[in-house]
């Protein structure tokens, strides 16, 4: 599955909003951490930011976005540090 890989936050919140709306649950996929390679991250950032990086990375694959080209690992690097810099803002309120 292949969705638009330019879509905008706004754009991608209405798909989940009417996702949701039709039903109460949604089943979009999995997504499975390897929490040895956390740990052992090459960023050298903390567990939790590490594990934050991981997830959203699995949550943009199951939106549908991929990286098998360079320029779709820039377009999707970019939406998981928009995602990265709202998490930050929540955690530290």
Excluded: C, P
């Amino acid at each position: 599955m292949k969705l638009a890989l330019l879509l905008n936050l706004s754009h991608q919140k209405r798909i989940l909003k009417n996702l949701f709306k039709k039903k109460k649950e949604i089943y979009i996929g999995d997504i499975i951490l390897n929490f040895n390679k956390i740990k052992k991250n090459k960023f050298k950032l903390s567990f939790i930011d590490m594990l934050d990086k991981l997830w959203i990375h699995g949550f943009l694959h199951l939106l549908g976005y991929t990286h098998k080209k360079d320029s779709d690992f820039k377009i999707m690097l970019k939406q998981e540090e928009k995602y990265l810099k709202a998490i930050k803002s929540i955690n530290v309120k």
